[in-house]
């Protein structure tokens, strides 16, 4: 699938668990991106593409507009990002991305998975090296017309890498790069299917089949914790 991305899909099997999955993720987005900027999609092209993407998967109205509420604070309740690094069995490195109204419950929770599934929360900064920052935009395959000219203007954002898929090219930058590829997009009229900051693991650790369930248990309970925005891992599984 060209670029590893580094959150793994954890097989859950139910079909309804895997909706609800796509529907947590999509209006996490929702919240981050009203988090950050406007609640207006006409002003905010992060909300409008997170939004866009919540209607694809039937996400409900009244569901979308609750994030949206949620991200400006309209509860009456401040959230503040968290990150949170540790290591599971046999030295996985798992970065882990929260929104929290309250660090205490958070770091409870987030501590006690990691204890359950035999992995221990590291110190702040410990992964610095581990993973590395990057932009990514997901662009629908249809929405672009001239594929030597999209890629043209992609690294003149500062895209370091344009990859295409069967259905999405998949374009990648630093982080800092983000504003620019989205700025990029907005003057040439394409909106992608997804933008995010995602950490890529610089190096990646085989594990045996024991360690991979232990891990996947583990990236579970974090990805269910409402206050989990996104779980990042350096596993690779292990080829023999």
Not at 36 to 56: E, M, Q, Y
Not at 162 to 179: C, D, L, N, Q
Request: aromatic share 8%; hydrophobic share 35%.
């Amino acid at each position: 699938m060209g670029r590893k991305s580094a959150k793994i899909a954890v097989k859950k099997g139910a079909a309804d668990k895997a909706r609800g999955q796509l529907f947590t993720k999509a209006l996490k987005d929702v919240f981050l991106a009203s988090k950050s900027g406007s609640p207006d999609i006409g002003t905010n092209f992060l909300l409008k593409v997170a939004v866009d993407r919540c209607k694809k998967f039937n996400v409900p109205k009244d569901n979308i507009e609750k994030a949206i509420k949620k991200g400006q604070g309209s509860d009456g309740v401040g959230y503040d990002d968290v990150n949170y690094e540790g290591y599971g069995p046999n030295g996985v490195a798992v970065f882990v991305e929260t929104s929290t109204n309250n660090v205490t419950r958070t770091v409870a929770n987030v501590r006690s998975y990691f204890k359950k599934c035999g992995g221990s929360l590291g110190v702040t900064g410990s992964l610095e090296f581990v993973f590395d920052h990057k932009a990514v935009y997901t662009v629908p395959v249809e929405a672009v017309s001239d594929e030597d000219d999209f890629t043209l203007h992609m690294i003149d954002a500062g895209a370091e890498e344009v990859e295409k898929e069967e259905e999405f090219y998949e374009v990648v930058g630093p982080m800092e790069t983000f504003g620019a590829i989205q700025e990029k997009l907005q003057e040439i009229n394409i909106t992608p299917e997804e933008a995010s900051l995602d950490r890529a693991p610089l190096t990646t650790k085989a594990v045996d089949e024991e360690t991979k369930e232990q891990i996947e248990k583990l990236i579970g309970l974090l990805e269910d914790d409402e206050d989990v925005v996104t779980v990042y891992h350096n596993m690779e599984e292990d080829e023999e």
